[in-house]
């Protein structure tokens, strides 16, 4: 941008002398390096941190399905990379040892509610203990107790979607066992109920950047287009500043200056929920210092959104 605004000065500069609208004289000559020095220092250096520019993600939560019991599949009605709901099925574990369960303690519990009827009669007639009927009601209590744990493994046989979202790299097939154990996920679920877009700031440009602020994004996903938005979050921790409990002194290491992260949400929800996981792009957020600069970081996005119909990188 810096070289296109003296390209255009110089251009003006020989259309006034040729013209002879202004005397070459020794100022006119050295105005182009007053051009550059006014450019440099008063617009493209403080651009840096009144409309900065950063390398943009789409990150997406993922969430390992671990099924809560163990059994054979039975079913898997999911077809991978498809748009699901929160609450479509994912896959059947078989029903049967939790339903003959159920069936079990259900008739167990009917059995000791009759003998609890008949110690309350009996005892009401003066015929029989209380004692027994507290045991009785003790039988009943933990007996509906656990009918309901095997009626929620039964329920859990049927493993359901957490969010909106797809299953990707779908291996599990009919016939498979599945065990509730947490190193043991079955299936990858990418969440696209919530897209997280972060963008990368150098950290001496992230001085005056806040939540609430304008923001514009161009994906190499979508050249050409500029999408809208407004910064999110200013993430106050990155990985280079982070200590962790050990049993060894500190470990001296090279100290660089990584950038911070910044969150932006799209104002369209339906672009944000259509972007893949893993798009790249650019992301320009306008502060509210040095707003004149801010036409200049807009022109330069611009730029970048076309060039990204013929840059891969």
Known sequence: MGVAIINSYLVLLFLLVHFRIVPFNLFWKVSPFLVILLTLFGLLVPMG??????????????????PDVAGEVAEVPVVANTPLKAGDVLF???????????????AQLKLSSTRLVQMTQLFERDSGRGFDVEQRQSEVDQL???????????DKTTVRAPADGYVTNLALRKGARVANLPLSPVMAFIDTSDTLIGVEINQNDARYVEPGQEAEVTFKFAPGHIYKGKVESVLQAIATGQTQTSGSAVMPRTIVAAPFVVRIKLDDGAIARSLPAGSVGTAAI????????????????????????????
């Open 92 to 106: 059947k574990i078989d029903p049967t040892p939790f339903q003959a369960q159920v069936k079990t303690i259900e």
């Open 49 to 66: 941190w009144g409309a900065p520019q950063g390398s943009a993600l789409v990150v997406r939560h993922a969430v390992s399905i671990v």
């Open 144 to 154: 509906k107790g656990q009918l309901e744990a095997a009626q929620w493994n039964l």
């Open 286 to 313: 306008y502060t509210e210092h040095l707003k004149p600069t801010h036409v200049v970081r807009r022109v330069i996005l611009r730029q970048v959104a076309i060039v990204n119909y013929v840059n891969p990188f």
